[in-house]
């Protein structure tokens, strides 16, 4: 049982927790963007970087745009967020790993950016779990079929 009160704000108020959640994985993210190009080695200058930044681009936009219906309560971009989650946890076997095998970065380097990229992924699966349940709350509490305890 939920108390009245707690649900009935959910209306009026956002869902900052998973907002927050969202918006640091993309300072994470950021950070392991700029540490992965700030290195010149030549395996960089390829097509291959170009399609990198580019999807880093369009991701770190996925990423706000989930953030701010997230804070809405909107279960279906929960879902969204969660799947880019996944997805940067998958990217650690893309274009690091590939950087590594070439030489172009060190194992020291890779193993940081391995780090920022499972902690954006886990700060991107946590705040769609949280917004999933909190929207999946506030919708059957105003469809009538979520059972409230009244406050004393």
Do not use: H
Request: hydrophobic share 50%; aromatic share 14%.
């Amino acid at each position: 049982m939920f108390k009245r009160i707690k649900v009935e704000k959910m209306k009026y108020k956002n869902d900052s927790i998973s907002y927050a959640l969202v918006l640091l994985s993309l300072v994470v993210n950021i950070l392991y963007f700029a540490n992965l190009y700030k290195n010149n080695a030549q395996f960089y200058y390829t097509i291959e970087m170009g399609m990198s930044v580019l999807y880093n681009l369009i991701f770190m936009l996925g990423v706000f745009m989930c953030a701010e219906f997230i804070k809405k309560y909107n279960r279906n971009y929960a879902i969204a967020t969660f799947v880019l989650g996944i997805m940067q946890i998958v990217r650690i076997f893309n274009y690091p790993l590939d950087a590594l095998k070439e030489g172009a970065l060190s194992q020291g380097n890779y193993n940081q950016l391995v780090i920022f990229l499972v902690i954006s992924g886990a700060l991107l699966i946590a705040g769609s779990v949280i917004s999933f349940v909190n929207s999946t709350l506030l919708k059957e509490y105003v469809a009538g079929r979520l059972k409230v305890k009244e406050e004393e």
